[in-house]
């Protein structure tokens, strides 16, 4: 069974950092891509950032101060945010498109990480 696990999240100040991780286990085929998604309180979840083994990719309002990573051995992925903002305050979920087989894929999803910018 997969299962995904987030680890990292807390309270920074504006302008600070931190670097969320996520760890993939029961995966028995291959991972297709992996992923950050965030939901602020009284928002709909919304993407931030996904990395596959063609490149990687963010939403706008976070590109020059995230990177997403990805360590393919361990079936880990990482986001770090750099210059945080108080909008950036959000639960933060990790998100696998996993291989089960040759033809069948499948979405899931972890149970999320507070993230909260504030002084």
């Known amino acids: 069974q997969v299962q995904l696990v987030e680890s990292g999240g807390g309270l920074v100040q504006p302008g600070g950092s931190l670097r969320l991780s996520c760890a993939a286990s029961g995966i028995s085929y291959s991972i297709a891509a992996m992923g950050w998604f965030r939901q602020a309180p009284g928002k709909e979840r919304e993407y931030v950032a996904e990395?596959?083994?063609?490149?990687?990719s963010y939403v706008d309002f976070v590109k020059g101060r995230f990177t997403i990573s990805r360590d393919n051995a361990n079936d880990m992925v990482y986001l770090q945010m750099n210059s945080l903002k108080p909008e950036d305050t959000a639960v933060y979920y990790c998100?696998?498109?996993?291989?089960?087989?040759?033809?069948?894929?499948?979405?899931?999803w972890g149970q999320g990480t507070q993230v909260t910018v504030s002084s």
């Open positions: 990395i596959t083994s063609g490149g990687t």
């Open positions: 998100n696998a498109d996993v291989w089960m087989s040759s033809t069948t894929r499948r979405n899931y």
